[in-house]
């Protein structure tokens, strides 16, 4: 069991640092700030719900149990950090969201207190790692621990279920993925931990013995719908960023050929990013350089060869838009080969043709003529000289 929610924890904790990466904006924003709090106070629980940790938690502090407390405790704290969390992504007034999270924090610390309380007033001497619940359902004070606990969680498991319903609603794309991701983290966790410890217990107070929902259904089922629900909170948050330095990856390594291409240039700047900065800063730092390069090329170009090229590409079958990113490519090709001679001057009649991949936005434009330049055998001619050029 203790493997089980250690994994859930730890893959919780790289969620939430994930999220943290950066901990100024991180603060400054109430939403992530919410989000780190709800991740990680969920890799807490599972953290302490564990049997190993709990009987290091008894053994340091000399108190059988003093694990359980402390565990309801950060359960409660958890079901509090989800409500302040919903408050925060539905937005409304700031006065409004104060309000709302001060009620929670009332609440739930009302909970938390209550929960130490009844446990000093317990007689609870015989350490319990894993039926704590059952074992004592029927211990006074312990009773009302156990069922206080369950109470605040369900209830936060009813609002957030109400909410995401809602506002699924009202919304689309991402959010309303994260939503759904949410409400079924939500379901699992009613039907495997609030269900099974709910029923576990009353069967204890009916004198029969259904322990097992409580010591061998609850922990897996409730790992799965914990991390549903900070997949939920999660990937609204990290997606679009992961992806668009998934998509610079992609141009990054799409662009290599024409880097190749360029970077002879004597006035062509080296992309100066090193291997740690994050792939869209690597791409906006060559696309600069590459920019940079084309404009030091730009008096090589020859009119005569992308006329020649384009004619060589449409008589291969190539579209008129591939035609033409073909023939740039090839003028492109040419004028880095004439560029890379020391004593070669550049024509004093050079072309006036702006590439349509410098005008293009983003990195879309290079990106295509980067194909061109790996892929056409007309561009390859112009690499070799075979073109007619004004050079000649």
């Not at 204890?204 to 799965?224: C, E, I, K, M, Q």
Request: hydrophobic share 50%.
């Amino acid at each position: 069991m203790s493997l089980v929610v250690y994994a859930a924890s730890a893959t919780l904790v790289i969620s939430a640092i994930l999220l943290f990466s950066r901990p100024r904006a991180a603060l400054r924003n109430p939403l992530t700030a919410s989000t780190c709090a709800a991740v990680a106070l969920s890799a807490i629980c599972f953290f302490l719900s564990a049997p190993a940790t709990l009987r290091t938690v008894n053994e340091a502090t000399g108190v059988p149990n003093f694990g359980a407390p402390l565990t309801y405790s950060m359960i409660s704290a958890y079901s509090c950090s989800l409500i302040i969390l919903l408050i925060q992504w539905r937005g409304g007034s700031p006065d409004y969201r104060r309000r709302m999270v001060l009620r929670a924090l009332v609440t739930y610390g009302s909970v938390i207190i209550a929960i130490v309380a009844l446990f000093s007033l317990a007689q609870a001497d015989t350490e319990r790692l894993q039926d704590l619940d059952t074992y004592y359902a029927n211990t006074p004070f312990m009773r009302e621990m156990i069922v206080l606990y369950l109470l605040g969680h369900g209830a936060c498991l009813v609002v957030m279920c109400v909410l995401c319903l809602r506002w699924a609603r009202e919304v689309t794309g991402l959010l309303r993925t994260g939503l759904w991701l949410i409400l079924a983290g939500c379901v699992l966790d009613a039907a495997g931990f609030e269900a099974t410890k709910a029923v576990a217990v009353a069967a204890r107070w009916a004198g029969h013995n259904l322990d097992f929902l409580s010591t061998t259904v609850a922990p897996p089922v409730v790992s799965v719908g914990a991390l549903v629900t900070a997949a939920g909170f999660v990937l609204p948050r990290l997606l679009p960023s992961a992806v668009t330095h998934w998509r610079s990856l992609s141009d990054l390594r799409n662009l290599t050929p024409l880097w190749h291409e360029v970077q002879a240039v004597n006035t062509a700047p080296k992309p100066t990013a090193s291997w740690w900065h994050l792939p869209q800063a690597r791409l906006h730092l060559l696309e600069a350089s590459i920019h940079d390069a084309l404009l030091a090329l730009a008096p090589h170009f020859s009119e005569r060869v992308r006329q020649d090229s384009l004619k060589s590409a449409l008589v291969g079958g190539a579209s008129p838009r591939q035609a033409e990113v073909i023939a740039e490519a090839a003028m492109l090709a040419d004028a880095a080969r004439h560029a890379a001679v020391a004593d070669e001057q550049p024509d004093q009649t050079p072309s006036t043709y702006r590439l349509h991949a410098t005008a293009a936005p983003g990195a879309s434009g290079l990106v295509e003529l980067a194909r061109a330049l790996g892929q056409s055998p007309v561009v390859s001619a112009a690499r070799e000289g075979t073109v007619g050029a004004t050079h000649d």
